[in-house]
């Protein structure tokens, strides 16, 4: 039972490419979830989603794209990444609104 | 203000020692409170809901005080694998399942 994974764990990249950080659950849950942690902020949520291809923005969205085709996979790509997007992301799903289960997050730096 | 506010800490205690975690939140909104763990480079993981009347698991105890807009949790017997930082987390309920993070409240138990 994977539950919820994350791809890739590490990533280095450079000022202005595209990234894309992947999530999947094997859970069948509803909701998905974007966050990033940094030092000093805490958890603050990017994106999230109630179903496949309904997406809403969290608190921090600028610079960052979500899709969900599929109720499985939650893919959030960076268009053109820059420094002050180094930090931790972690992906969540929930059944309910509230109970959410987290991925073991990425931790990427761009340089 | 911020949303919710805890104390940073570190809290050092000795094995068998009991430690208590405030939390204050600001939106008198709140529907729904949680107490999180999260251990060093590791996601966050629900330790337990917080309700009015208060509740326990094991060593925890989380309480809710609405008037005063405080959650507590004390943890009894400390362990050396309670070593980790507690998050206070805050729902708005409804729609979007918002929660709200906590900067967290690191607790190292030492032997």
């Known amino acids: 039972d994977a539950g919820i994974t994350q791809s890739p764990r590490y990533k280095i990249t450079e000022t202005g490419r595209q990234v894309t950080l992947m999530c999947h659950q094997t859970?069948?849950?509803?909701?998905m979830f974007w966050y990033r942690q940094d030092l000093g902020h805490g958890l603050r949520l990017i994106y999230y989603?109630?179903?496949?291809?309904?997406?809403d923005k969290g608190e921090v969205p600028d610079g960052y794209v979500v899709s969900r085709s599929k109720t499985e996979n939650f893919p959030l790509t960076l268009e053109s990444a820059t420094r002050s997007q180094t930090s931790v992301y972690f992906c969540?799903?929930?059944?309910?609104?509230?109970?959410?289960?987290f991925g073991p997050g990425t931790r990427l730096l761009v340089l | 203000r911020k949303e919710v506010e805890q104390d940073p800490g570190p809290f050092n205690v000795p094995e068998g020692a009991t430690v208590a975690f405030n939390c204050t939140y600001s939106n008198s909104a709140s529907q729904s409170f949680f107490w999180y763990r999260q251990d060093c480079r590791k996601e966050p993981k629900l330790l337990m809901s917080?309700?009015?009347s208060g509740n326990e698991d094991g060593r925890f105890t989380a309480q809710l005080n609405r008037a005063s807009q405080y959650i507590s949790l004390l943890i009894r017997d400390s362990k050396l694998s309670d070593s980790a930082t507690y998050l206070c987390?805050?729902?708005?309920?409804?729609?979007?399942?918002?929660?709200?993070f906590g900067k967290g409240t690191k607790l190292s138990v030492k032997p």
């Open positions: 969540a799903s929930s059944v309910q609104l509230e109970t959410q289960y």
């Open positions: 987390v805050v729902s708005l309920g409804g729609s979007q399942g918002n929660l709200i």
């Open positions: 917080v309700y009015s």
């Open positions: 859970w069948s849950h509803s909701y």
């Open positions: 989603s109630a179903a496949a291809d309904i997406t």
